[in-house]
């Protein structure tokens, strides 16, 4: 294929969001708490915000950090990069400064943009000159480009810069559990992918709107974003996952999906004052049914709803494959792999595992990431044999749908025998005063590691281990069943910002208080 026909096969994420402001440039865009954007707004403000970069130096290839909660000005910059054809490289908002200076020094991003209630997280770097130019979205600010002046004076005409399929689009970071955070590379092609695969999974038209509490520096925040802007949809920015807020703002605006994932789900569920608001919009929602089936069959039987259970990833899409139950339905746990992505349930040689025996989950498509930023060797680990290794465990079903076994770094090994801890945690959240359940390894000097499981009780429940433990003799063999059971509220539990359980946090926080006992 030469240049030009290969040019003229491309589509980019750039390419989607153009389309979507002259479709649907009447259309409400954007909305939040106390405003709104159309889509024509949208490209107006995005292209101002593009023109006053390159003003500032920042051309195709630089990257620019973005700092900050989820808010309508996040957006513009998405857009803004995209024309450029610059990088968005996007930082945690609840990363350590130390953590956020070290993805500034090996990101070396030209800018950064930055919430005003953020600028604190910038103390390691803010007397350095690692980072060129500095912007604010809120407010003057010593030191700081101000956000609204700096767009008012540009004009609003795209820059005339040619964008490439394969052009790096953004940089999102993963919540790994060791090391310093990796960051994935998402290209414009991929990311355009992802916003097509979610419009045809999910039936996405413009009636529908998205609850954006949700992170846009994750893939669940970013790729729901991409996939209302191209189906002409409303996407309300929430700084918060605030479960009254997100039913005015569900009410106000008949939104219709968003992930309800651990710890938002119940405080959706349990609100006092979630009756007193019409939720009848909502269609759908996403999250994690493997992880508390019963509260996910009393959301959906509550608000009337459909649930997909999601599997997912960074570096491939946060749709990989997904379960789905209606209205009162307990979960099945079967997931169906989505389009555009080839799934290979692996053994170690990378052969395909027989049908219903476990194996790695290796994916390749045109969604997944260019590789991690500046990083050879995670790189070649991760692509090793020609496919995303994602480090999940998988089992395919007689029905070609596949479920979900654990993390391959979370294997204990107790006896010489080898435990998953998700298996135990799914016996354990079947008890219907169960809300939330995780299980890991705990170091024993007769076994070398033993089953360890924090419990989280449902509202009202009651519930001892010594019941626990006669269920689970019930459902499990000897060698998988927890020697050690504690019991924790919700709120003691420490989650990533999407809502996933921190399984090692939790594990040295049990191991200390334990060691502390003896």
Same mark, same amino acid.
């Given at each position: 294929?030469?240049?030009?026909?290969?040019?003229?096969?491309?589509?980019? #994420?750039?390419?989607?969001?153009?389309?979507? /402001?002259?479709?649907?440039?009447?259309?409400?865009?954007?909305?939040?708490?106390?405003?709104?954007?159309?889509?024509?707004?949208?490209?107006?403000?995005?292209?101002?915000?593009?023109?006053?970069?390159?003003?500032?130096?920042?051309?195709?290839?630089?990257?620019?950090?973005?700092?900050?909660?989820?808010?309508?000005?996040?957006?513009?910059?998405?857009?803004?990069?995209?024309?450029?054809?610059?990088?968005?490289?996007?930082?945690?908002i609840?990363?350590?400064p130390?953590?956020?200076?070290?993805?500034?020094?090996?990101?070396?991003?030209?800018?950064?943009? &930055?919430?005003?209630?953020?600028?604190?997280?910038?103390?390691? &770097?803010?007397?350095s000159?690692?980072?060129?130019?500095?912007?604010?979205?809120?407010?003057?600010?010593?030191?700081?480009?101000?956000?609204?002046?700096?767009?008012?004076?540009?004009?609003?005409?795209?820059?005339?810069? %040619?964008?490439?399929?394969?052009?790096?689009?953004?940089?999102?970071?993963?919540s790994?559990?060791?090391?310093?955070?990796?960051?994935?590379?998402?290209?414009?092609?991929?990311?355009? &992918?992802?916003?097509?695969?979610?419009?045809? @999974? /999910?039936? *996405?038209?413009?009636?529908?709107?998205?609850?954006? @509490?949700?992170?846009?520096?994750?893939?669940?925040?970013d790729?729901?974003?991409?996939?209302?802007?191209?189906?002409?949809?409303?996407?309300?920015?929430?700084r918060?996952?605030?479960?009254?807020?997100?039913?005015?703002?569900?009410?106000?605006?008949?939104?219709? @999906?968003?992930?309800?994932?651990?710890?938002?789900?119940?405080d959706?569920?349990h609100? +006092?004052?979630?009756?007193?608001?019409? *939720?009848?919009?909502?269609?759908?929602?996403?999250?994690?049914?493997?992880?508390? +089936?019963?509260v &996910?069959?009393?959301?959906?039987? $509550?608000?009337?709803?459909?649930?997909?259970?999601? /599997?997912?990833?960074?570096?491939?899409?946060? #749709?990989?494959?997904?379960?789905? $139950?209606?209205?009162?339905?307990? +979960?099945?746990?079967?997931?169906?792999?989505?389009?555009?992505?080839?799934?290979?349930?692996?053994n170690?040689?990378?052969?395909?595992?027989?049908?219903?025996?476990?194996?790695?989950?290796?994916?390749?498509?045109?969604?997944?990431?260019?590789?991690? #930023?500046?990083?050879?060797?995670?790189?070649?680990?991760? /692509?090793?044999?020609? !496919?995303?290794h994602t480090?999940?465990?998988?089992?395919?079903?007689?029905?070609?749908? #596949?479920?979900?076994?654990?993390?391959?770094?979370y294997l204990?090994?107790?006896?010489? %025998?080898?435990?998953?801890?998700?298996?135990?945690?799914?016996?354990?959240a079947?008890?219907?005063?169960?809300? %939330?359940?995780?299980?890991?390894?705990?170091?024993?000097?007769? @076994?070398?590691?033993?089953?360890?499981?924090?419990?989280?009780?449902?509202?009202?429940?009651?519930?001892?281990?010594?019941?626990?433990?006669? !269920?689970?003799?019930?459902?499990?063999?000897?060698?998988?069943?927890?020697?050690?059971?504690?019991?924790?509220?919700?709120?003691q539990?420490?989650?990533?910002?999407?809502?996933?359980?921190?399984?090692?946090?939790?594990?040295?926080?049990?191991?200390?208080?334990?060691?502390?006992?003896?």
């Open positions: 294929m030469d240049d030009l026909s290969s040019m003229a096969s491309q589509f980019t #994420l750039n390419s989607l969001f153009v389309r979507s /402001f002259r479709v649907f440039s009447k259309r409400r865009a954007i909305t939040s708490e106390t405003s709104s954007l159309t889509y024509s707004e949208l490209e107006t403000r995005s292209h101002r915000l593009a023109n006053a970069l390159y003003a500032l130096g920042v051309g195709k290839g630089d990257k620019v950090a973005v700092l900050s909660e989820t808010r309508s000005e996040y957006v513009e910059a998405y857009c803004a990069l995209s024309s450029l054809g610059a990088i968005a490289l996007t930082i945690n609840r990363f350590h130390d953590e956020v200076a070290y993805c500034l020094r090996a990101g070396a991003p030209k800018a950064i943009i &930055v919430s005003g209630a953020l600028i604190s997280s910038l103390s390691a &770097v803010q007397d000159d690692e980072v060129e130019f500095r912007i604010s979205f809120d407010g003057p600010t010593e030191g700081y480009l101000n956000y609204g002046t700096l767009i008012a004076r540009e004009n609003p005409h795209a820059p005339a810069v %040619e964008i490439l399929a394969t052009d790096i689009y953004n940089v999102l970071y993963t790994g559990t060791t090391g310093r955070p990796k960051g994935a590379m998402i290209s414009q092609g991929a990311a355009a &992918v992802r916003a097509m695969r979610l419009a045809q @999974w /999910f039936s *996405l038209t413009p009636e529908d709107g998205f609850i954006g @509490w949700l992170p846009l520096f994750h893939c669940g925040g790729e729901s974003l991409y996939a209302t802007i191209l189906t002409g949809g409303a996407y309300c920015t929430l918060k996952a605030d479960a009254e807020t997100m039913f005015k703002v569900i009410e106000r605006d008949r939104l219709t @999906w968003t992930l309800l994932l651990p710890g938002v789900i119940t959706f569920l609100h +006092p004052r979630r009756k007193y608001f019409d *939720l009848s919009s909502m269609r759908f929602a996403i999250g994690y049914a493997n992880m508390m +089936p019963n &996910v069959t009393e959301l959906t039987a $509550s608000v009337n709803i459909d649930f997909y259970d999601a /599997f997912g990833q960074t570096e491939a899409s946060y #749709l990989v494959a997904h379960g789905f $139950s209606g209205p009162g339905e307990v +979960p099945s746990m079967a997931k169906t792999p989505s389009p555009l992505m080839e799934i290979r349930i692996a170690d040689d990378l052969s395909e595992a027989p049908i219903g025996v476990p194996g790695e989950c290796l994916v390749r498509g045109p969604s997944v990431m260019s590789g991690y #930023l500046d990083d050879p060797v995670a790189t070649s680990e991760v /692509f090793s044999g020609g !496919w995303l480090g999940d465990i998988l089992v395919r079903n007689e029905d070609g749908t #596949l479920s979900y076994v654990d993390r391959k770094k204990i090994k107790t006896g010489g %025998e080898n435990v998953y801890p998700a298996e135990v945690e799914n016996v354990i079947r008890m219907p005063q169960v809300q %939330e359940v995780c299980v890991f390894g705990i170091a024993d000097d007769h @076994w070398g590691e033993v089953v360890s499981a924090v419990v989280v009780l449902r509202p009202g429940a009651l519930l001892g281990k010594e019941e626990i433990l006669r !269920w689970c003799k019930d459902h499990l063999g000897g060698y998988k069943r927890p020697r050690e059971i504690s019991f924790m509220s919700a709120n539990l420490p989650r990533s910002t999407t809502g996933k359980l921190q399984r090692h946090l939790l594990a040295s926080i049990t191991n200390k208080v334990q060691n502390d006992q003896n």
